[in-house]
């Protein structure tokens, strides 16, 4: 009832009388009464889960891995559902957390050889791996996945990174010069140094040719202050 007529009927003396649960509502427990009409167990369980109903018992580790993986095509991506941390998956396995493809690998391949590291082959540097929210980190295709050492690990990974940085910076100094200047920054045209097809960088010069400059502009100042003194 609301306030209004729960006040009302305690003045009056009408309000019912109080039933005190001793049980669980949940049909076969016999568990003491927790809260909410339910023992400790159920009510933790309503509160993790949503539902009292007992969880799905599964006979072995792959089985259970398995059905937190939306398995597709051959081809494509297998989308981790489970727990997801940093942005990549993690499988309760053997006592201890695990990151998801790890495991994939091993149900499907078999032990990791030691000390390598799986990579994911799906990884690429297309628009759809954006770093930091990559979604090919949840990817479990065991097709998509290498034991790889660290040091290649490492390759595969800044030789894609290097491409986003490249993007990035160009695409963050063309917003700097707009704040700065008021107008749309033009794409960079050839280098003006006869034979050479680099992007010019400044003052109509490739970054190679325009440090060639600065340098003899350099000497040649330094020959005219000598000359002075």
């Given at each position: 009832m609301c306030n209004r007529h729960y006040h009302f009927r305690r003045r009056h003396g009408t309000l019912p009388p109080l039933i005190f649960k001793t049980g669980c509502d949940v049909e076969g427990c016999d568990r003491p009464h927790e809260g909410l009409g339910l023992c400790k167990l159920h009510r933790e369980r309503l509160k993790k889960t949503g539902t009292t109903d007992d969880p799905i018992r599964y006979e072995t580790d792959a089985d259970r891995?398995?059905?937190?993986v939306d398995r597709r095509g051959?081809?494509?991506?297998w989308p981790?559902?489970?727990?997801?941390v940093a942005s990549y998956g993690h499988f309760w396995l053997r006592g201890r957390s695990i990151v998801a493809h790890r495991a994939a690998y091993e149900f499907a391949k078999g032990p990791i050889p030691e000390g390598l590291h799986i990579d994911h082959l799906c990884h690429s540097r297309?628009?759809?791996?954006?770093?930091?929210a990559c979604p090919h980190r949840l990817c479990q295709n065991p097709a998509h996945l290498e034991a790889v050492t660290q040091q290649e690990n490492n390759y595969r990974s800044a030789r894609i990174q290097t491409e986003e940085t490249?993007?990035?910076r160009s695409a963050a100094g063309k917003l700097g010069a707009t704040a700065r200047w008021g107008s749309e920054v033009k794409a960079p045209g050839p280098c003006s140094e006869p034979g050479?097809?680099?992007d010019s960088l400044c003052q109509g010069l490739c970054t190679r040719h325009y440090r060639q400059h600065r340098r003899?502009?350099?000497?040649?100042?330094?020959s005219t202050d000598e000359e002075t003194k």
């Amino acid at each position: 009832m609301c306030n209004r007529h729960y006040h009302f009927r305690r003045r009056h003396g009408t309000l019912p009388p109080l039933i005190f649960k001793t049980g669980c509502d949940v049909e076969g427990c016999d568990r003491p009464h927790e809260g909410l009409g339910l023992c400790k167990l159920h009510r933790e369980r309503l509160k993790k889960t949503g539902t009292t109903d007992d969880p799905i018992r599964y006979e072995t580790d792959a089985d259970r891995f398995w059905s937190k993986v939306d398995r597709r095509g051959p081809d494509e991506c297998w989308p981790w559902l489970g727990i997801v941390v940093a942005s990549y998956g993690h499988f309760w396995l053997r006592g201890r957390s695990i990151v998801a493809h790890r495991a994939a690998y091993e149900f499907a391949k078999g032990p990791i050889p030691e000390g390598l590291h799986i990579d994911h082959l799906c990884h690429s540097r297309s628009a759809g791996c954006p770093r930091g929210a990559c979604p090919h980190r949840l990817c479990q295709n065991p097709a998509h996945l290498e034991a790889v050492t660290q040091q290649e690990n490492n390759y595969r990974s800044a030789r894609i990174q290097t491409e986003e940085t490249r993007q990035r910076r160009s695409a963050a100094g063309k917003l700097g010069a707009t704040a700065r200047w008021g107008s749309e920054v033009k794409a960079p045209g050839p280098c003006s140094e006869p034979g050479c097809g680099r992007d010019s960088l400044c003052q109509g010069l490739c970054t190679r040719h325009y440090r060639q400059h600065r340098r003899r502009d350099t000497r040649m100042r330094r020959s005219t202050d000598e000359e002075t003194k």
